[in-house]
């Protein structure tokens, strides 16, 4: 009877150690994400002390696939391209009600707190298709002539700089052109690319900034009777 009690209490503090690890790993996603969408200001979390230089890449590559995804197929055309000044509507209302919404965040029961979460992420989906439906126009070739446009801008390259070696390299001058002219190429790629992921990063980033400055001055000025902070 004694081993079974001994084993019967291993088996609750078995089971109750691993509720208890999961409470904190739903805690700690939870708490991430009102730290990423309520920002520094308004979250008691310690989500602006890390770093998440991989989050905002991530978030580039996921802008860059949106555009990506309707270049290729035009799909969800309206939405990625379409309506930007809508989206900018929605953006801008909702970033000067900002404060008026989440001040009161952490005193708000559950049923109160998800429309607010829910706002803020309406307002990120709108930076994103502002971001999608800026960049969009930009790809001004078709999908199906962009093989054509390559080589061409290949070739083009390619014999710019093979012609500045004829005077200087004589029979070299193809092969040096064709090295500097494909080492070329690979950068103005690689450029392209991280250019594209790294932009709205950063536009992310300084939507974010704008915000929690907009927003201290508010509750400085306006909120500071019904705020702790």
Known sequence: MTVLAHKGDETAFFWYNNAELLFEGEKERVDYLEGLLLGRLWSDTDFENRRHLSLFLLYGVFVDLLVVYNYMTGGLNGLITGGFLQK???????????????FSYYRMPLWGKIPVLGAQLVKVGALTLMITAWARPK??????????????YLNKTLEQFTAKYVDTAGTFATVLGVISGGVYVVVVILLIILAAVLIPGIVFCVARFLQYWYDKVVSMLVLSDYTDK
């Not at 900018?88 to 989440?102: E, H, M, N, R, S």
């Not at 001004?140 to 093989?147: A, I, N, P, R, Y």
């Open 88 to 102: 900018v509507i929605i953006f801008v209302v909702l970033f000067f009600f900002c404060p008026a919404l989440c």
């Open 139 to 152: 790809l001004t070739v078709s999908s199906g002539d962009l093989k054509d446009f390559f080589i061409s």
